[in-house]
């Protein structure tokens, strides 16, 4: 579904829509490696200082607005069963991965740092020196950088779909 909000500019919701459906297929390269881990685990590298940054980004409080959750103050968005949060984490919660995960598929957790690594730098410089992330005012990205992330975010699905075609032997 796109994403229709009247409160953000119109010019960034195609960005808003491809964010989405990176940070989803991001978790799905991810999930054979860490979810049954972390499950078990039960998130034991999440606090919910981290989960806080989600809501002090502008961007992704868009994102989270769209998904109707209420934020616990002690726990942020970590349940029983996991992350509440179906996109919209802060991008670190994607840059960690304890030795144990990384150990069970290590060339596939290289590759897909590969892809992390490349979709966190797609919002470098969005405005000015402020990653997308930080912006404060969504108002001034300009269509020419929205257009330069969403050309970035695109290699970042071409390598999603090498990665998923060419899983390591
Ligand atoms: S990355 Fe490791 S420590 Fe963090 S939640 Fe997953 S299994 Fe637990
Ligand atoms: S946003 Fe989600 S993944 Fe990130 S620290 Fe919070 S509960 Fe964990």
Not at 54 to 60: A, G, K, R, Y
Not at 114 to 135: E, N, P, Q, Y
């Amino acid at each position: 579904m796109p994403i229709v909000m009247a409160d953000i500019p119109f010019e960034i919701v195609p960005l808003l829509d491809q964010y989405k459906v990176a940070e989803q297929s991001i978790q799905t390269l991810i999930g054979p490696i860490s979810h049954g881990l972390c499950l078990e685990c039960g998130g034991n590298c999440c606090q919910e200082a981290i989960c806080r940054e989600s809501i002090q980004s502008p961007f992704l409080n868009v994102l989270i607005q769209m998904q109707n959750l209420a934020y616990n103050d002690s726990y942020g968005w970590l349940a029983d069963s996991g992350c509440r949060l179906r996109y919209g984490r802060p991008q670190v919660c994607y840059s960690y991965f304890c030795q144990e995960v990384m150990d069970k598929q290590p060339d596939l957790s290289q590759r897909i740092d590969g892809v992390i690594r490349a979709f966190t730098a797609s919002g470098d410089h969005a405005l000015g020196g402020s990653h997308l992330i930080s912006v404060e005012n969504l108002d001034e990205l300009s269509l020419h950088k929205i257009s330069k992330i969403i050309d970035k975010m695109n290699q970042v699905f071409h390598m999603i779909a090498s990665t998923q075609s060419h899983p390591p032997a």
